[in-house]
Each structure stands twice: as structure tokens, then as C-alpha cells.
Nanobody, 128 residues
Framework: QLQLVESGGGLVQPGGSLRLSCAASGFSLHYYAIGWFRQAPGKEREGVSCISSNGGTTNYVDSAKGRFTITRDTVNNLVYLEMNSLKPDDTAIYYC?????????????????????WGQGTRVTVSS
């Protein structure tokens, strides 16, 4: 059973930064494309960013471009989402997910159905 665990969420002031981590249990993340999604209160879950299995391709939704960076740490079997210049609109539960069918150099930020395995989420609150 593939299991993903997110960490790194918390309360941060507007303009601040957080780094979220996605860890895997029982398998190597570098075999799969990994996506980050988020669900804000009262809203549907949306894609934020993704990274291909070979790390060569990254994609971001418009709201994340220039502020968020997704990277792989293959030594420690982690995927990070570095979030800078955070805004109150970034407040959400953030999830990582694995796309086990993506080809090596591709990843997509949606639809959710592309992703087979999900973590439980980590809460990010941006507030003064």
C-alpha cells in the first residue's frame, strides 16, 4: 500500500514562507510524478504544482508561479513545496499525491483523477 504523509504546515503571517514536505512509506517517490493540491475552506480541491518522476518537468498553476517551488530530494525520498510570499488566499489544507501512470518526463496539476494515492494533508494558515 502506497502511503504519503505531508508535513510542514502551520500558521504564518502574510509575506512569510513555509516548506511543505511529502514523504512516502513503502515505496520510492522518484518512480512517480508527484503533485501538490490544496483545498481552501468552502472550496473545491485544486492543483497547485507537480513534478515529473525524473524531476525534469515542473508545472505550476498561475497563482503559484513565481512564489512556489517544487523539488525532489531523492536521497531522503521526499518532495518539497517551498512557498514564499504567502497570502491569506493560500490558506488551505495541502495534499501531496502520486500519479503512478505518468510518463517519465510529464506531470499534470489536474484533474485529481490522474492521481491514485493521496496523503492526509497538512494545514496552512496565512493570517496576521
Amino acid at each position: 500500500q502506497l502511503q504519503l504523509v505531508e508535513s510542514g504546515g502551520g500558521l504564518v503571517q502574510p509575506g512569510g514562507s513555509l516548506r511543505l514536505s511529502c514523504a512516502a512509506s513503502g515505496f520510492s517517490l522518484h518512480y512517480y510524478a508527484i503533485g501538490w493540491f490544496r483545498q481552501a475552506p468552502g472550496k473545491e480541491r485544486e492543483g497547485v504544482s507537480c513534478i515529473s518522476s525524473n524531476g525534469g518537468t515542473t508545472n505550476y498553476v498561475d497563482s503559484a508561479k513565481g512564489r512556489f517551488t517544487i523539488t525532489r530530494d531523492t536521497v531522503n525520498n521526499l518532495v518539497y513545496l517551498e512557498m514564499n510570499s504567502l497570502k491569506p488566499d493560500d490558506t488551505a489544507i495541502y495534499y501531496c499525491a502520486a500519479d503512478v501512470y505518468a510518463v517519465e518526463a510529464m506531470c499534470v496539476t489536474g484533474p485529481e483523477t490522474e492521481y491514485s494515492y493521496w496523503g492526509q494533508g497538512t494545514r496552512v494558515t496565512v493570517s496576521s
